[in-house]
């Protein structure tokens, strides 16, 4: 089982910076994928960024050149910094993890609970 525990949202200003973080935790996996989507009232949840074991990224064509996602392999973290934000960028941020169970060689998919981002002045 992973827990996976967020933190770092709140309100800024637009052209303000973030930066969240998410932590696994738990026994018995290895991480492969590490990711965060977002999720805007009325609409449908969304990748924003996503890095996988090797260090590779992706990100939404929205946040490139302003967000930068990066993990700490040793403390199981992800991180997801973001500048230059703006008003569009408002939403629940959660963070994704793809995991390969030791035992069973099963993939899994976890997701945080979810942190609120708001951009306004």
């Known amino acids: 089982q992973v827990q996976l525990v967020e933190s770092g949202g709140g309100l800024v200003q637009p052209g303000g910076s973030l930066r969240l973080s998410c932590a696994a935790s738990g026994t018995g996996f290895s991480i492969h994928a590490m990711g965060w989507y977002r999720q805007a009232p009325g609409k449908q949840r969304d990748l924003v960024a996503g890095i996988t074991s090797g260090g590779s990224t992706n990100y939404a064509d929205s946040v490139k050149g302003r967000f930068t996602i990066s993990r700490d392999n040793a403390k199981n973290t992800v991180y997801l910094q973001m500048n230059s934000m703006k008003p569009e960028d408002t939403a629940v941020y959660y963070c994704?993890?793809?995991?390969?169970?030791?035992?069973?060689?099963?993939?899994?998919?976890?997701w945080g609970q979810g942190t609120q981002v708001t951009v306004s002045s």
């Open positions: 994704n993890v793809v995991v390969v169970e030791n035992d069973t060689w099963r993939s899994a998919n976890y």
